[in-house]
């Protein structure tokens, strides 16, 4: 297939193609800032490779769209009018040309990805404080063992005080092991 070309009027030789033009459209989707130091701290060890191709060929297509003008060279008709032999043709593709609208891409992500991020903000949130509550309960424990008594020097009663899961239920249970079989 034959790419579409436009004469520009100061070089007067083909410089952009159909192609070229879509990908300029697209140039200003895709010049927003990412933060590769932040996303490069969150990619695991094993994934370092992969985020490494990902960043040159991002660098790559940055590259690329920043080379690119900001708007398209001006088509000079009148060269066309006179190199083109049969009468109202360059016309007819003037008209053409300034009536063709290049969609551009329309976000419809951005809210449910922010929706998403929220819910996900909430969560760790919710995560972050029962991991609090279970720290304050490991801590209490952690008081509890360093303040017991060594036990080398513990008696019994000392032992069922400090850890009431070991006392024997001789009243329920008057027989060894003093415990249901199914707690054994």
């Given amino acids: 297939?034959?790419?579409?070309?436009?004469r520009c009027s100061a070089l007067s030789q083909p410089t952009l193609s159909y192609s070229e033009r879509v990908r300029m459209a697209g140039r200003r989707v895709a010049l927003k800032?990412?933060?590769w130091v932040a996303f490069a701290e969150r990619v695991p060890p094993n994934q370092r490779t992969m985020f490494n191709a990902l960043k040159t060929r991002s660098d790559a297509i940055a590259a690329k769209l920043t080379s690119l003008p900001e708007t398209p060279a001006a088509i000079d008709w009148s060269y066309y009018r006179g190199a083109v032999a049969k009468a109202g043709m360059v016309d007819d593709f003037e008209k053409k040309f300034k009536a063709l609208q290049i969609p551009e891409p329309v976000d419809t992500q951005t809210s449910a990805i922010s929706a998403q991020e929220?819910?996900?903000n909430k969560s760790a949130e919710a995560y972050i404080e029962a991991s609090k509550a279970r720290i304050a309960g490991y801590e209490a424990q952690l008081s509890k063992f360093q303040n017991m008594i060594p036990f080398d020097q513990m008696t019994i009663e000392d032992l069922n005080d400090t850890f009431p899961e070991t006392k024997l239920d001789k009243v329920k249970y008057p027989y060894w092991p003093n415990k249901p079989i199914a707690d054994l």
């Fill in 33 to 35: 800032a990412l933060d």
């Fill in 118 to 120: 929220a819910e996900s």
């Fill in 1 to 6: 297939m034959k790419k579409k070309q436009f």
